[in-house]
């Protein structure tokens, strides 16, 4: 037993002595060839690779997937609206690239590209449609209608419209949209200023010229954008309330050649019109030649066949609606007969590779002649005011404007604009008058007047900015200059009667004046504003401006004795002068940048201080007021996608009394209303909130927006209209100016569109609601006014094949007034406007247009003298001969002789006047007409590609 123990662990020890020295010997192995310590690589270069993607038409395809792969890259993304692509952070400059979209054959290339360049720039890739794609699917890359952040775009490709047809048939099919007879455009309830067309200004910026001219076919998109400014444009930063304007994008295959639309037109009573209109496109470059000239009738629609066609609208309402307050046959013109002539002229162009212009020059002439009944009612304590007046009223005015804009690219970091104006306005205008004015008791007035005044105007501005080599930070300097000199001479030569209770006159007085006005207006302002980038979405905004406003004021008031001598009258004279200096420092938070960020805000404060200071040489009286405001800046945005959105925009502002309203002085210039000023007035300052959400159903081509606003004031001058004795036992209004709180208004609207089978069938909702709470005082009396206004219309679009279009429509007013001033039941009143319209085309045989529009309005609340419920219709005949390029037209106006101008206009205090104007308005035209075009593509300089802007200018 002892020998096995022995053995066994011999056999151990053995075992365990060998594989210690296999260990031993794998150690020293190992420490024989283990490697030296390597020397850490240096970091690789990274990279900016950049391009664009296009189509066979050479258009920028949005939404593909672009994928860069190499031996240390993987990164996705996609291009943007406009089919450019950004990848940062490439290691590698020899990579494949893989492009594709829904539709089009994928690309995959590879590229080698220079290793020491940090952004590298490819040349245009082009897809190719895929065709096995099914046919069952139709595939239109973007959908019709996106939202950014200050931006709606439509794709002009998914609305259909006939040959050779302008803009504005093409805005009327989009959602939202709605055109006026006289070329105006509105946009969910907000009306449009001004055109541009590939992101300028275009014929002055006239939106009826752009519309009515401008043929369909070369249109890609058109954007309704919140323009806060070219400043604002270049760095970012928002100041103040937007202009709602109309940018036309040009398509890159239709982006250079000619157009050419004349047209002449002859009717009874000496009736005539004549148009011309020619424009050539050269990628940037614009020439634009627009002429019109024409002795119509105002206060009429048109009832279509050509764009230079009919006046103003038929019936409408004013604040309040006496009349249909749109529809086919409405404007926002008034009655009469009109002389006018509007020519203009536009040029644009890319000097050299920095150098850009844009001039616009427009004349306007207008000749209008017309006759109005109206009637008014003020609440006033102890009696209230009814007027009744009769006029007839001639004005010619001759304008001319010309604006000149010079944008120079100094290099990759400086930008320069300078961009002076001139305009200069004359009018005159003479008014017959016969007036019966009772408060207690009455008081006629039976006046002869006549005007003339000259308006010059000149301003210019220089603009400045830096771009700094860190992305996004940047600074601006903008300075302004204005000069404005009014001049106006005016005579009044008035019968005044005087009466007593019982309807006796007591005395018959003449009146006799000359009243002369000088008005000298200087306006300076310089603004700089500087960004500093702190993340990749984030960002700091300082904006500071000083605003200086100057004016130089003298109205002298000559009696005219029965030799025709005159005589100054102190009392009736005024000479002053004051300025308004106001400072704004601003402080702001952004967050949410690029294409892609869903969520954007931005919050702040400014500072404002102000000066208001003058002095009165007529009676010897200085003012000197200072006062300071802050105001917080807050805005909102939230993009579930490029077709769902909404956005909140807190603004205030502040506003100082006029100088006119702070004299403590008497000022009897009009003797029947003589105004008293208040020195003690403090700034008023307005709270407004703005809220909008859009939505656009792709898939069920539903577009469906709500927009809100409610605006709070504090200390707002209100009038308060005291009631004192004047001559011969009368009752004069005596206008004095108080501060109030209370004063708010709330309103909103809707928008609802819908397009069934392929867009053959629109139906379209729209509304506004709007409450408006008025504080004001009478006879020392507070009292409150409040007023309500519902606006509800459907109007479908039906065109259910190419022979028949058919627009129908229905529209509701109502407006309630109700004041708390007394318990008698003139101080309410109630409104109530049905409108029925309809309007179509029918294309027969060939080449033959049968155009017709009717409308029927009911309306009750307004003086049966005012309103008598017309029914109008105009109808045309057209012949088109060689492609709808000439055609010739016979068109009759209000065949029935029944068209009249009704307006009701309501005011915060609850007065209201009713007006009716005429129309003279059954008449008939014949016009011949030409559209001459020929469009081809843009072509990139230097064997380049094209490279475009998002507003549609070219970068090439």
């Not at 206009?905 to 003279?920: E, P, Q």
Request: net charge positive.
């Amino acid at each position: 037993m002892k020998k096995l123990y022995k053995n066994t662990f011999f056999n151990l020890c053995k075992t365990f002595g060998i594989l210690m020295l296999v260990l031993c010997l794998s150690q020293s192995l190992y420490a024989q060839n283990q490697p030296k310590k390597a020397k850490v690589p240096p970091p690789i270069a990274r990279r900016e690779v950049s391009g664009v993607v296009k189509d066979d038409t050479k258009l920028g395809i949005p939404s593909c997937t672009v994928k860069l792969t190499s031996i240390h890259d993987t990164l996705v993304t996609s291009t943007n609206d406009d089919g450019i692509f950004v990848i940062k952070n490439v290691k590698e400059a020899v990579y494949t690239l893989t492009v594709s979209s829904l539709g089009y054959k994928t690309f995959v290339g590879k590229f080698k590209q220079n290793d020491v360049t940090p952004r590298i720039v490819m040349d245009p890739i082009f897809l190719k449609n895929e065709e096995n794609a099914l046919k069952e699917v139709t595939i239109n890359g973007t959908p019709s209608i996106t939202y950014k952040t200050d931006t709606v775009e439509y794709k002009a490709s998914d609305y259909i419209v006939r040959e050779n047809a302008t803009v504005d048939e093409l805005l009327k099919k989009m959602e939202g949209m709605e055109v006026g007879s006289d070329g105006s455009l509105t946009h969910q309830g907000n009306t449009i200023t001004k055109a541009k067309i590939n992101g300028k200004t275009y014929l002055g910026g006239d939106v009826s010229s752009a519309i009515q001219n401008l043929p369909a076919e070369i249109v890609d998109k058109i954007q309704i954008v919140d323009d806060y400014g070219d400043q604002a444009a270049r760095t970012g930063i928002k100041d103040g309330d937007p202009e709602k304007i109309l940018n036309i994008v040009t398509r890159t295959d239709k982006s250079v050649g000619n157009s050419l639309r004349l047209g002449a037109g002859a009717g009874n009573n000496k009736r005539y019109e004549g148009s011309l209109f020619a424009t050539r496109l050269n990628q940037n470059q614009v020439i634009g030649i627009n002429g019109r000239i024409n002795n119509t009738v105002t206060g009429v629609a048109n009832s279509g066949g050509d764009s230079n066609g009919g006046g103003g609208g038929g019936n409408r309402g004013g604040n309040g609606g006496g009349g249909n307050n749109g529809g086919g046959n409405s404007s926002s013109g008034s009655g009469g007969t009109a002389t006018s002539a509007s020519p203009s002229f536009s040029y644009r162009d890319q000097l050299g590779k920095k150098i850009k212009i844009n001039t616009n020059y427009s004349f306007r002439y207008n000749d209008n002649n017309s006759s109005n009944i109206s009637e008014s009612f003020s609440p006033t304590i102890p009696y209230n005011t009814h007027t009744s007046s009769e006029s007839l009223r001639n004005s010619s005015s001759k304008t001319h404007n010309f604006s000149f804009e010079l944008e120079d690219d100094i290099d990759s970091a400086n930008f320069i604009r300078f961009s002076p104006n001139i305009s200069l306005s004359t009018t005159n205008n003479s008014t017959i008058s016969s007036t019966i004015q009772t408060i207690r008791t009455r008081q006629d007035r039976k006046g002869l007047s006549s005007s003339i005044s000259t308006r010059p105007n000149i301003n210019a501005t220089a603009f400045y900015q830096h771009v700094f080599k860190k992305p996004r930070r940047n600074l601006s300097v903008q300075l302004t200059f204005g000069n404005s000199d009014a001049d106006a001479t005016s005579e009044q030569n008035n019968n005044i009667l005087y009466y007593d209770t019982t309807n006796i006159v007591t005395k018959d007085s003449l009146v006799h004046r000359l009243i002369e006005r000088k008005n000298l207006t200087r306006n300076y302002r310089a603004s700089f504003t500087y960004v500093e980038p702190l993340t990749s979405s984030t960002q700091i905004e300082f904006n500071s401006q000083v605003n200086y406003n100057g004016y130089d004021n003298k109205a002298i008031t000559s009696n005219i004795n029965a030799s025709g001598n005159s005589q100054i009258v102190d009392s009736l004279s005024n000479i002053y002068e004051y300025s308004f200096t106001q400072s704004r420092v601003a402080l702001n938070f952004r967050y949410g940048l690029g294409n892609e960020a869903k969520v954007r805000f931005s919050a702040g404060l400014t500072a404002i201080p102000a000066v208001l200071a003058g002095s009165k040489a007529s009676l010897g009286t200085t003012t000197r007021r200072t006062s300071f405001n802050l105001i917080p800046i807050a805005r909102f945005q939230y993009l579930w996608s490029k077709q769902h959105s909404i956005q909140l925009n807190y603004s205030g502002n502040a506003n100082e009394p006029s100088f006119d309203q702070i004299q403590p002085v008497r000022d009897e210039s009009n003797p029947q209303n003589p105004v008293v000023g208040n020195p003690a007035l403090k700034v008023t300052f307005s709270h407004s909130i703005n809220t909008a959400y859009n939505n656009y159903i792709a898939n069920s081509k539903l577009n469906y927006s709500i927009n809100g606003n409610a605006t709070f004031s504090q200390n707002k001058v209100v009038t308060n209209r005291v009631v004192i004795a004047g001559p011969y036992g009368s009752q004069l209004n005596e206008t004095h100016y108080v501060n109030l709180n209370g004063n708010y208004n709330l309103n909103g609207n809707y928008s609802i569109n819908k397009q069934l089978n392929d867009r053959k069938y629109n139906l379209a909702f729209r509304g506004n609601f709007s409450y408006n709470h008025g504080v004001s005082m009478n006879n020392n009396v507070a009292y409150e006014t409040n007023s309500w206004v519902f606006y509800e219309k459907f109007g479908p679009r039906i065109t259910p094949n190419d022979w028949v279009e058919v627009n129908p429509s229905a529209s509701f007013n109502f407006t309630k007034s109700a004041s708390t001033l007394s318990t008698s039941s003139s101080t309410d009143f109630k409104t109530k406007t049905t409108a029925l319209n309809i309007d179509g085309k029918f294309y027969f045989l060939k080449g033959f247009e049968l155009g017709y529009s009717a409308s029927k309005n009911f309306v009750t609340g307004i003086n049966a003298n005012i309103t008598s419920n017309p029914l109008v219709i105009n109808s045309y005949l057209q012949r088109d001969f060689w492609h709808r390029r000439i055609s010739a037209t016979v068109q009759v106006f209000d065949i029935l002789n029944q068209n009249n101008f009704v307006n009701r206009d309501v005011n915060v205090d609850g007065s209201y006047t009713d007006t009716k104007s005429n129309a003279l308005s059954r008449y008939f035209m014949f016009r011949l007409s030409a559209n001459l075009q020929k469009w081809t593509g843009a072509r990139g300089r230097n064997g380049n590609g094209i490279m475009r802007r998002g507003d549609g200018s070219f970068m090439n």
